[in-house]
């Protein structure tokens, strides 16, 4: 069943194939992509997302991690910044001058996760994603962090959550949605219920439910086939998407359903 609001897209058939060609040829005309993530355990998504967003033709991309990871980043990861971090190793809200700063000089902010569970940390998060205008891509634990207080994400425009299952029945519980998610729901309630809740909330929602790929945006919902959920769990969906995003500031759902086409 395909409704209005809702269309299916294949890899052999892209519903946008306009953004694949109108990709700039140009680094200084491709945008500047900041990375944020990274705590003294691991880094590893923050240092996969610039290697793909640099891949996917991003002009110019930096990555922001704890200072407590100096010792650990490879030659091979250039352009990074180091911020002030807890005792236990997370971003500290000591941090939040650098981020707002290096959020200053890039066109879109990208939170990849491997943030760490620390409360100071999702303080740290909270006032920054309360405060920056630009465009913003949240996934994996980064979301976490703010489970507290959902409505930062749901209500803020220029948003990206790409979200598990599981993290999306957070948002809409925490924001006292009436409909609940259950894993058990058949794919056409769960596009009925992303195109009433993005038709409410100005938010743009990316997740996996069984086997396919869900966009939705302004109460229009794209879904696509999916056989490799890693891509997403890793980053490197969220990461192409912010990339994509980047290119077409005014063409939020047309540009991140073009990034998904591999």
């Keep these: 069943m395909e409704t209005q ?19 700039p040829e140009r680094r200084d005309q491709a945008g500047k992509l900041l990375i944020v993530g990274g705590n003294k355990l691991g880094f590893a998504a923050a240092a996969e997302s610039y290697q793909i967003a640099l891949a996917t033709g991003v002009g110019e991309v930096k990555v922001l991690l704890p200072d407590c990871l100096k010792k650990s980043v490879p030659n091979s990861l250039l352009d990074v910044l180091f911020t002030a971090c807890t005792p236990s190793g ?3 809200k000591e941090a939040l001058s650098d981020l707002t700063a290096s959020s200053a000089w890039a066109n879109g902010v990208l939170l990849v ?4 569970r620390n409360a100071e940390t999702a303080l740290l998060y909270e006032e920054f994603i309360a405060n920056y205008k630009g465009q913003l891509t949240i996934t994996r634990d980064a979301i976490d962090l703010v489970k507290n207080n959902p409505r930062l994400l749901a209500e803020r425009n220029n948003t990206l959550i790409v979200a598990s299952f599981a993290q999306l029945q957070k948002v809409f519980s925490g924001v006292y949605y009436p409909k609940i998610l ?11 219920a992303l195109h009433k809740f993005t038709i409410t909330y100005p938010v743009t929602i990316m997740t996996l439910h069984k086997d396919t790929l869900i966009i939705a945006e302004s109460g229009e919902v794209i879904t696509q086939a999916w056989e490799e959920p ?6 490197s969906v969220a990461t192409r998407a912010a990339s994509y995003w980047l290119w077409n500031p005014t063409k939020t759902l047309p540009a991140i359903t073009a990034s998904v086409i591999l």
Aim: glycine content about 6%; proline content about 5%.
């Design 5 to 23: 609001y809702w269309k299916r897209q294949t890899d052999s058939k892209p519903l946008f194939p306009d953004i694949e060609w109108s990709k």
């Design 90 to 92: 997370s971003m500290s």
């Design 113 to 116: 996760g491997d943030a760490g």
């Design 182 to 192: 259950t894993f058990s729901m058949q794919l056409l309630q769960l596009v009925e």
């Design 230 to 235: 890693m891509a997403i769990w890793r980053g």
